[in-house]
């Protein structure tokens, strides 16, 4: 079965309204979410995911709402991550808290309008170069190991904005403070941009490299252009409550990363296996499919996918409960913390 025609475009219409509708409530009331407010936008959104699924279902059957929940359980997981680097921008270019949430909602624009273009020319290379599957799923297991060992990836991001700041203020006059959320203000009589064009930059910059890591994991999940944005669309409409909600409380998931890099280890594998089943390569098998090759279900692969963010989220809380019970002292608290942010104990 395909999805109907009015269907795709029906929930394009409606999931567009609401994520207009969530922009004009920040411009019209712009404000920090208290941890209630937070809980129930994030409880709203992934309501609204399952019952899209749900819907899905209905019209469908079980494979394609199978492959959206699965798409929309990896993206949302990648977010959770991607939201370590949103903290780090905002630390760095001390970002007032009361305009966080317009920040975010323009990257969150900008991660869409990114991620569209890579489905369109997504889509188009696989319907026409089935071979890219073993381009995809290579790049997904390396992608799982910087994952699992990142290293100074953080540093990296630094350097990154660091680069994009020299980059901009050598381009545009920038001013050395914010002037509330405006992105140009008046100073000596001259009209200059504020820090907030950089942190935008900063945030499309980043939005990018999450598109590039991101789009080719879900379509090892699913080959429908229309999940794959869907899936991104949920993963993304509640990603700014899920920022305030998280919060410092991101620091005790020290073990997600490894969830995560399980999981896109796990869809690479699936995409060579895939690509090795529908094989087309002249030089491989003599250009014959490989029969031996066994095609991993939607399901399957959704379980491994609620199976690892589970037991990462589950020792991640476990690990940070019991380094609390054993700081009893300052010392042994300060211990603690220059352990996980890898920084002396005593200064």
């Given at each position: ?327 009893t002292t300052p010392d042994a608290a300060a211990s603690v913390v220059a352990e996980e942010k890898r920084t002396p104990p005593t200064i």
């Amino acid at each position: 079965m395909e999805l109907p025609a009015w269907f795709e475009i029906g929930s394009l219409v409606v999931l567009v309204l609401i994520l207009a509708a969530d922009l004009l409530l920040i411009l019209k009331r712009p404000h920090i979410p208290s941890t209630k407010e937070s809980t129930l936008w994030v409880i709203f959104y992934v309501t609204l995911a399952l019952v899209f699924a749900g819907i899905m279902w209905a019209f469908v059957g079980g494979e394609y709402a199978g492959q959206f929940v699965a798409g929309w359980l990896t993206e949302y997981s990648l977010s959770i991550d991607n939201l370590f680097v949103f903290v780090l921008i905002m630390s760095q270019f001390a970002v007032p808290r009361r305009f966080q949430q317009e920040v975010l909602m323009v990257g969150i624009i900008i991660a869409l309008v990114l991620r569209g273009a890579f489905i369109l020319v997504g889509a188009t290379v696989i319907e026409n170069f089935s071979p890219i599957f073993y381009v995809f799923g290579a790049f997904l297991v390396w992608t799982a190991f910087r994952q699992a060992f990142p290293g100074d990836d953080h540093s990296d991001d630094v350097q990154r904005e660091s680069f994009i700041v020299r980059t901009l203020r050598r381009m545009v006059d920038i001013s050395d403070h914010y002037d509330g959320k405006k992105l140009r203000t008046v100073v000596d009589g001259k009209k200059i941009f504020t820090p907030m064009i950089i942190v935008f930059a900063a945030i499309g910059v980043t939005d990018l490299l999450f598109a590039i890591d991101s789009i080719p994991a879900i379509f090892g999940i699913t080959e429908s252009p229309f999940i794959v944005f869907t899936a991104n669309l949920f993963a993304l409409m509640g990603l700014r409550q899920l920022y305030f909600l998280l919060g410092d409380l991101l620091d005790r998931l020290r073990y997600l990363h490894y969830g995560i890099a399980f999981i896109l280890a796990f869809i690479g594998v699936k995409l060579v296996l895939h690509a090795m089943h529908v094989n087309e390569l002249p030089f491989v098998n003599g250009g014959e499919p490989i029969e031996w090759a066994p095609e991993i279900s939607t399901w399957v692969s959704l379980g491994v996918i609620v199976a690892s963010m589970a037991v990462a989220t589950i020792a991640s809380l476990v690990a940070s409960s019991r380094d609390s019970r054993t700081a009893t002292t300052p010392d042994a608290a300060a211990s603690v913390v220059a352990e996980e942010k890898r920084t002396p104990p005593t200064i």
